[in-house]
């Protein structure tokens, strides 16, 4: 079994103020909290002996490479991050950080905000500026109508609300 894994495929560079924060914030967590407490705990089962068959040593010594992993790739990412803090020129057309209102054939509207990848787990109606329903809306206008492929079939909506703030 190898040790290879391969890169995690970074999203687009655009990110919203709340999901920079919440980056950062979990950057810090990691660095400063708990590979510290994963340190000690791995020095305490390292001083207990033989280490071969210390599972305590074992397990920290794997979660310190986990932490270290995940520390390296958001210190890359949050380098290459764009925060976008302010509305777009045009408010009433679909860019990032847009709430958009849609209604299906059915009547039915729904409301999603287009955020970056690494922020769209925050909330259910958050999507990903790379998801075909984001990419479907970008640039788009008030009652245009925006057809998305699904694997069920192609599904048409129209825009009939648009805003920047929450």
């Known amino acids: 079994m190898s040790r290879y894994r ?16 919440r980056l950062k914030q979990e950057l810090d967590a990691l660095w400063r909290v708990e590979r510290p407490r994963v340190t000690q705990a791995v020095s305490e089962a390292a001083a207990q002996g033989d280490r071969s068959e210390n599972a305590e040593y074992t397990y920290g010594k794997k979660r310190l490479r986990e932490i270290d992993r995940r520390v390296r790739f958001l210190r890359k990412r949050l380098d290459g991050m ?31 905000r287009i955020v970056g990848p690494d922020e769209f787990d925050r909330e259910p109606r958050f999507i990903s500026m790379d998801a075909p329903l984001a990419r479907a809306l970008m640039r788009k206008a008030l009652d245009d109508e925006v057809t998305v492929q699904l694997p069920g079939g192609d599904r048409a909506y129209v825009i009939v609300g648009i805003r920047y703030s929450a």
Do not use: N
């Open 82 to 112: 764009t925060v976008v803090d302010k509305p777009p020129s045009d408010p009433k057309r679909v860019f990032f950080g847009a709430w958009v209102t849609l209604e299906d054939p059915d009547g039915i509207q729904e409301t999603y």
């Open 6 to 21: 391969p890169s995690e495929k970074p999203g687009s560079q655009f990110i919203t103020p709340e999901g920079a924060a």
